[in-house]
């Protein structure tokens, strides 16, 4: 059974801190990895993909991936106030029809 | 570019009653199609997907069904709600396998 495991959290960081999210998966088929961002009440939206080892950076924000580990993170730099939501790692493994497994989710919160 | 329509966005529906909420995905051909539902305090939970009209999997066997008259819709529906169909239903679509998700506004269906 594929597993996606995270913090619950909440994690509590100050603003302009760096925040860090974490994520394990447990099938080492898995080849795709998503971060998706959560506000309270609304659907899930993308932030970030990422499918091979090491770091992908857009803005404020950067994917790890460690395949060897079945570890993947997200660091949000500067992280400001309208970052406090819950964030959502999804895996996809190519077995039959893909689809996505999603964590449980990490909670953010960033005070002012 | 390609958007994707749900709705209701919230529906309150005693229990027994039937339900059907409809998703439409606009700006793409040949789209994969997914329902999640997301209870209170839980991660999402894949209920059905779908790679082309008349091709349903149903991941979770319960009280719902999925149906897929057309390319770019896809209709979840149940015969009799139970209160334990409460939660917040998602559609999504991808383009293909191994990419990312795009989620719809969600319907909140709260079952009284």
């Not at chain 1, 059974?1 to 860090?20: F, M, R, T």
């Not at chain 2, 009799?80 to 909140?108: H, I, P």
Request: hydrophobic share 35%; glycine share 8%; proline share 5%.
């Amino acid at each position: 059974q594929k597993e996606v495991e995270q913090n619950s959290g909440p994690l509590s960081v100050p603003e302009g801190a760096i925040a860090s999210l974490n994520c394990t998966y447990s099938d080492r088929g898995s080849q795709s990895f998503f971060w998706y961002r959560q506000y309270s009440g609304k659907s899930p939206e993308l932030i970030m993909s990422i499918y091979s080892n090491g770091d992908k950076e857009d803005g404020r924000f950067t994917a790890q991936l460690n395949k060897a580990s079945q570890y993947v993170s997200l660091l949000i730099r500067d992280s400001q106030p309208s970052d406090s939501a819950t964030y959502l790692c999804a895996v996809m493994t190519p077995s039959g029809y893909s689809t996505l497994t999603f964590g449980k989710g990490t909670m953010l919160l960033v005070s002012p | 570019s390609q958007t994707i329509h749900q709705w209701p966005a919230t529906l309150v529906q005693p229990v027994g009653s039937p339900l059907s909420l409809e998703c439409t995905v606009e700006g793409t051909s040949n789209p994969n199609l997914y329902w999640y539902r997301q209870a209170a305090g839980r991660g999402l939970q894949l209920l059905f997907y779908s790679i082309g009209i008349d091709q349903i999997s149903s991941e979770v066997p319960q009280n719902l069904s999925a149906s897929r008259p057309q390319d770019r819709q896809f209709i979840l529906s149940s015969k009799k709600l139970l209160l334990s169909d409460s939660g917040f239903y998602l559609c999504a679509w991808t383009s293909g396998q191994g990419v990312e998700a795009f989620f719809g506004q969600g319907t909140r269906l709260t079952v009284v």
